[in-house]
């Protein structure tokens, strides 16, 4: 059977990106939840100059080619959405008890219903320490950030529920970048 150029580029091209999805995006995802957010600012830029270099070596695109374009048309999140959406997916499933009893009791203190309240009520009580490096540490960080979410997405209890949710909420919209011709992975 003949292959036409254009089969054999799409093939290529496939293939690149599976492998930058299996490999280099497992890599930079693995741990991603507990210490992104206490890294500092030079750190995350290099993450992001990580994931761009593997984009435009999977699309084979030129050096100047814009991030966000990029990003958009391989269907990529930036590493801070892929963080916060990975931490409130994990601090999620604690909330709800799908973890180990340990990892439960560091969770922050839930606060008193109050049903005359007609403000904002917070979801949990505010932690004691008051450093900067404790506030960005997981716990703080994700209790405030799950309480900014809206209450379509946090009155989910099945995890998988939750993370479609969310999914809808913080990630971009993919689009079907490589679905022509006969492979399996388009």
């Excluded at 917070?122 to 540490?137: D, G, R």
């Amino acid at each position: 059977m003949a292959f036409n150029s254009l089969e054999i580029n799409w093939a290529i091209l496939v293939n690149k990106s599976v492998l930058f999805l299996s490999i280099v995006k497992s890599v930079l995802d693995f741990a991603l939840p507990v210490y992104y957010h206490t890294l500092k600012v030079c750190e995350k830029q290099r993450l992001e100059q990580i994931q761009y270099k593997c984009a435009k070596l999977t699309c084979g695109a030129l050096h100047f080619t814009s991030q966000i374009k990029l990003n958009n048309e391989l269907g990529l999140e930036t590493i801070a959405t892929r963080a916060d959406f990975l931490s409130l997916n994990t601090f999620h499933k604690i909330l709800v008890g799908r973890t180990r009893p340990l990892v439960r009791s560091c969770m922050p203190t839930p606060t008193p219903f109050n049903e005359h309240s007609t403000r904002h009520r917070k979801l949990f009580l505010p932690y004691k320490s008051n450093s900067i490096k404790f506030t960005n540490s997981f716990f703080p960080k994700m209790a405030k950030k799950y309480e900014n979410l809206p209450i379509s997405c946090r009155s989910k209890g099945d995890p998988d529920l939750f993370k479609e949710e969310l999914r809808s909420h913080l990630v971009p919209k993919r689009y079907k970048f490589l679905s022509r011709g006969r492979y399996p992975y388009s």
